[in-house]
């Protein structure tokens, strides 16, 4: 089934963002572009729905 169902898709979506964003070059990119996701997706080469959802993860993580 892939990646189908809210849970399912939320966990894939989550660990494609691990593989795909290295944590140093991100937080790099957040600085060279003052936040800005469309430019961090741009030189990550990831989508901005990618950037969106490694931003989702720290966000989840840093949440207590």
Do not use: F, M, W
């Not at 660990?15 to 572009?33: G, H, K, M, R, S």
């Amino acid at each position: 089934n892939g990646c189908a169902g809210g849970r399912l898709e939320r966990r894939c979506r989550k660990e494609t963002a691990l593989l795909l964003v290295d944590p140093i070059e991100y937080a790099t990119a957040e600085q060279v572009y003052e936040g800005n996701p469309y430019r961090i997706a741009s030189e990550l080469d990831v989508t901005l729905d990618v950037i969106n959802d490694y931003r989702q993860l720290l966000h989840d993580r840093t949440v207590v």
